[in-house]
């Protein structure tokens, strides 16, 4: 079972309670990998005091274009959707903004004369890391500077998969509704939504489960510091026939341990019990 | 020579759009023929790389020199690479001010 932990706002706690069940799921040894798919800024090892064990590149597809077979027709600007494509005939020139392509390969179906070829870059890497006990992650990171997170998605997804066959898949997800996060849910079997009673929290995550209606893709929702902020929230769901799995409140014992780097599993017994309960009830869906 | 002019509308009492590659028109003014030709930006809405688009778009036009506020930093290098000159125009500037600085010249 695949499960990721997202949302549409960020700072709203997905990587709290990725990580925290994580660590619970660990030490009631059940056979779970942690899959650190926010890959901008994967920090999901900060709570797990973690070695790294196994680590590869991530490329992408970028055209190298021959300028002797070059005819200069101008179809790989016509193709490429995201203006990454210069062709100017007078100037003898087509060249690619690297910054802004995408790596499709549009351009090199659109060339005629083959004069683009495959180039392979280095988009981000996959890092495999064990914690103390034995309790695996895999860590997803892109490039500085590249356009497109997706290709770093897919292969940390797939490297986990496909090397560490485990009963459970925890996926934390990237924020935001976009490509990043709908990559990242559509590869999972039900998504956790991870929000806040703010009018922040209530926006974004209304696109979220918008898109995720789009998908048909399940989801329950967790309200985290549920007691700030207003009904808004617990009213719009309600209307909306949406469960809320686990309401966790905002305390000050909670963020003092997770701003220190360390797990409430570990360290508040009386927070420990929310996210046993959440788990029971992630593993009962 | 053509010189491109960015600019909020398509008369040449308009000021000049501060936005390079999504501004709403581009001014090509011909210095050899005086006349000016107005050119609606398609690539206003595209979601990526509108500089690079506009770019595109004027390169081929054969444009040597382009009036804008600002240029980004993917078209810098490119205009340079294609020996198109930048000028640098003040924000409140019309684009019939600009072109009698361009006679005066």
Known sequence: ?285 | MKVVITSRENNINSIVDSRFGRAAYFAVYDTDTDQIEWLGNDVVNTQHGAGTGAVNLLANLGAKKICAVAFGTKVKPLLDELDIQMIVVKEDQTVASIIELLKKK
């Open chain 1, 1 to 285: 079972m695949k499960i990721s932990i997202a949302s549409g706002k960020g700072g709203t706690g997905k990587t709290f309670v990725a990580t925290n069940l994580f660590r619970l799921m660990h030490l009631q040894k059940k056979s779970v990998v942690l899959v650190d798919c926010d890959v901008e800024v994967p920090n999901s090892h900060v709570f797990l005091e973690t070695t790294d064990v196994e680590n590869h590149s991530v490329t992408d597809f970028r055209p190298d274009i021959n300028l002797d077979a070059c005819t200069f027709c101008g179809r790989c600007v016509e193709y490429c959707h995201f203006n990454a494509m210069i062709c100017v005939p007078g100037a003898h020139l087509t060249k690619v903004i690297p910054d802004l392509c995408t790596g499709c390969t549009a351009c090199m179906v659109a060339c005629p004369v083959g004069a683009i070829t495959a180039n392979q870059i280095e988009v981000g890497q996959v890092t495999t890391k064990v914690t103390k006990d034995g309790a695996r992650l895999v860590e997803g990171r892109i490039k500085v500077g590249t356009m497109s997170s997706i290709p770093a998605i897919n292969a940390t997804v797939a490297h986990a998969t496909s090397h560490y066959p485990a009963d459970y898949y925890l996926v934390d997800s990237p924020p935001g509704t976009s490509c990043p996060f709908i990559q990242t849910t559509a590869k999972t079997d039900i998504v956790v939504l991870v929000t806040e009673p703010t009018p922040f929290g209530l926006s974004d995550l209304r696109q979220a489960m918008d898109t995720l209606d789009s998908m048909n893709k399940p989801y329950r929702v967790v309200i985290n510091r549920s007691d700030l902020g207003d009904d808004a929230m617990e009213n719009y769901l309600k209307e909306r026939g949406v469960e809320v799995i686990s309401r966790i409140p905002f305390s000050k014992e909670i963020a003092s341990c997770y701003a220190s780097g360390r797990l409430v599993v570990d360290e508040l017994p009386k927070y420990k019990v929310y996210f046993e309960q959440l788990l029971e009830k992630i593993l009962a869906l």
